[in-house]
């Protein structure tokens, strides 16, 4: 094995030792990693970094809870090895098979090949599709359901299925003599800092809402169920440990109150012009529209598909009542950004919005309609038919533009 400091990570040097292991309550460590160059995780934008969360609980059967993305192995073991041999490990939790949590298990049980693995039943099957060529025929996997529970020594692991958050797989666990809840992805952040808790970082609950907007978004309706699980199985909580951020530890329960606000689709009284364009027409309608909204003296948003981060205007999408997309049209159809990022927001399935569409075209028209059409199939609402103007937006085009904007005002504050 490498030494930390001397590990050659994705092209470049890896300072493994510069973050101590943080003992987060007695006997229960974080050793988890930070990708301060994280720039895009499967797509999401991460201008912040990132980090990939394990704990060590040691006890009578010394614990891991998840692992970290597999690049990162050595830095994870580095870290553990500060605290205790790494062969002594007895369990691992796995909470979550995606491979940022997971990917350095097959490396890990090099280590330690007799230590047990506790998962969910589909976690069971995903580390087998995952890792069927990598020693997992010879893993000791011990699956888990809600409720079940688990002794190593002291201290006493509780497991908490949780179906769809976001993956059918994703369990929490939940330490209960230290009431920390290790929720794997539910309630993270994409943050690359030094500090490991919430209370230290500025704004972590606007990266939470980001996180939730482009990860949890389009399983609102778990939230909801799972929230109200937690609450009649009485969980008390000092601590919420995410598998990626920071972790909260002042009044936790803000977190989860968050994430049933956000599954509510409560939005503000805003409205979100996003929009592309090609020689500068529809950016004019949509200067127009804002400042028909504007006048009305409601709350908007202009953002121009090139040059925002795609993450945090999902987010601004999530806040917002009223959203008017705007396209040129690019051979006979929208424009490829919009195209883009219809596709992603119809995954995300944000509840709630109204919607209107606006465009420009030259030689035939197609983007507009195109726009209508896809939203509708997808079961957005459309406020009013949509408006396109022929090559350029003269003053009655504005004016009409600007009137919009008085209407989409309107609606936003209904
Ligand atoms: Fe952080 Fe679903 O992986």
Redesign the pocket.
């Known amino acids: 094995m490498l030494r930390n400091s001397e590990c050659r990570l994705d092209g470049e040097m890896q300072l493994g030792n510069e973050i101590q292991p943080i003992e987060i309550a007695e006997g229960v460590y974080w050793v988890g990693v930070v990708d301060w160059n994280l720039r895009d995780f499967h797509g999401y934008e991460t201008p912040k970094g990132g980090t990939y969360n394990s704990y060590l609980i040691i006890d009578e059967k010394i614990t891991l809870i998840d692992t970290v993305k597999g690049p990162f192995f050595d830095e994870m073991i580095g870290r553990i090895s500060q605290i205790v041999d790494p062969a002594k490990i007895d369990y691992i939790v796995s909470n979550?098979v995606?491979m940022?949590?997971s990917s350095s298990l097959p490396a890990i049980m090099q280590v330690v090949p007799k230590a047990k693995i506790f998962s969910s039943a589909k976690g069971k099957k995903g580390l087998l599709e995952h890792y069927r060529e990598m020693g997992f025929q010879n893993w000791d996997i011990e699956v888990v359901k809600t409720g079940d529970e688990i002794s190593i020594g002291k201290k006493t692991l509780q497991f908490i299925e949780v179906v769809m958050l976001?993956?059918p797989d994703s369990m929490h666990t939940y330490l209960k003599e230290d009431k920390i809840l290790f929720s794997n992805?539910a309630f993270g952040q994409h943050i690359a800092t030094s500090e490991r808790f919430e209370d230290q970082v500025e704004g972590v609950m606007e990266d939470a809402e980001i996180y939730y907007a482009n990860i949890l978004m389009p399983f609102g309706k778990q939230v909801l169920t799972y929230a109200e699980k937690i609450k009649q199985m009485g969980l008390k909580f000092d601590m919420i440990a995410p598998?990626?951020g920071v972790i909260w530890r002042k009044e936790p329960e803000r977190i989860i109150e968050a994430y049933v606000k956000w599954a509510n689709a409560e939005a503000k009284q805003s409205v979100l012009i996003i929009y592309d364009t090609m020689w500068g027409s529809t950016e004019i309608m949509a200067k127009e529209i804002l400042y028909g909204v504007e006048s009305a003296g409601v709350d908007v948003k202009l953002r121009n598909l090139r040059k925002n981060d795609w993450s945090k205007m999902v987010k601004e999408l999530m806040d917002a009542s009223v959203v008017a997309i705007g396209s040129p049209t690019q051979n006979n159809g929208m424009f490829f950004t919009i195209a883009g990022f219809l596709s992603y927001m119809k995954g995300l399935r944000p509840k709630g919005k109204k919607f209107f569409v606006f465009g420009s075209y030259g030689w035939g028209g197609g983007a507009v309609k195109g726009i209508e059409k896809e939203l509708t199939e997808s079961g957005f609402e459309i406020v009013e038919p949509g408006f396109q103007v022929n090559f350029k937006p003269f003053e009655e085009d504005r004016e009409k533009c600007r009137e919009i904007g008085s209407r989409l005002a309107s609606l936003a504050k209904k």
Do not use: G
């Open positions: 979550h995606e940022d949590h976001h993956w992805d598998a990626h």
